[in-house]
T-cell receptor
């Protein structure tokens, strides 16, 4: 069964709206979660690493004021796309690893398809 | 050079065929390796981990060659349901995970 849950799965909204996406680890605690985006027919691009109780680590070129990440508990990380515009339309996916061992695989949420009109 | 490279394909094979995907990685300090599959408009799902000794899971066999920095995935007796994009994933120096761009597979009746 799923180990990471992501919500919502689909969002369609007007330009200028802020959109919040939730990522939950279902039966384990995740001190670290990862946020990716994927454009059609392209590979996953890591946006940021979400750290429980501290600031997220953003990849180069990702605007931290545009993509707000909050990891307030050991089972929940949120990504807020602020003042979204059509170019932000994409597939956003979160992931987490069970345990602290970095050699463990990541498990992904179902993803959120964001469409900005 | 990309950190993880895969042949993008697509590979078009008939049902029952054997197909092999290759992946190379650039960082010799890479620690763990995985194959994921991603269906169209879906999230990646873990297919299997890759161990130095090689490992098999049903019709799927994964191999790792650390000396050549090379990973492979072999699919035997391909099924229509195997059609997907296969992602090579490498964990590097602790926490950094690198995803290959993926290899698309189409299995046809």
């Amino acid at each position: 069964g799923a180990v990471v849950s992501q919500h919502p799965s689909r969002v369609i909204c007007k330009s200028g709206t802020s959109v919040k996406i939730e990522c939950r680890s279902l039966d384990f605690q995740a001190t670290t979660m990862f946020w990716y985006r994927q454009f059609p027919k392209q590979s996953l691009m890591l946006m940021a690493t979400s750290n429980e109780g501290s600031k997220a680590t953003y990849e180069q070129g990702v605007e931290k004021d545009k993509f707000l990440i909050n990891h307030a508990s050991l089972t929940l990380s949120t990504l807020t796309v602020t003042s979204a515009h059509p170019e932000d339309s994409s597939f956003y996916i979160c992931s987490a690893r069970r345990g602290q061992n970095s050699n463990q695989p990541q498990h992904f949420g179902d993803g959120t398809r964001l469409s900005i009109l | 050079r990309k950190e993880v490279e895969q042949d993008p394909g697509p590979f078009n094979v008939p049902e029952g065929a054997t197909v092999a995907f290759n992946c190379t990685y650039s960082n010799s300090a890479s620690q763990s390796f995985f194959w994921y599959r991603q269906d169209c408009r879906k999230e990646p799902k873990l297919l299997m981990s890759v161990y130095s000794s090689g490992n098999e899971d049903g019709r799927f066999t994964a191999q790792l060659n650390r000396a050549s920095q090379y990973i492979s995935l072999l699919i035997r007796d391909s099924k229509l349901s195997d059609s997907a994009t296969y992602l090579c994933v490498v964990n590097m120096d602790g926490f950094k995970t690198i995803f290959g761009a993926g290899t698309r597979l189409f299995v046809k009746a």
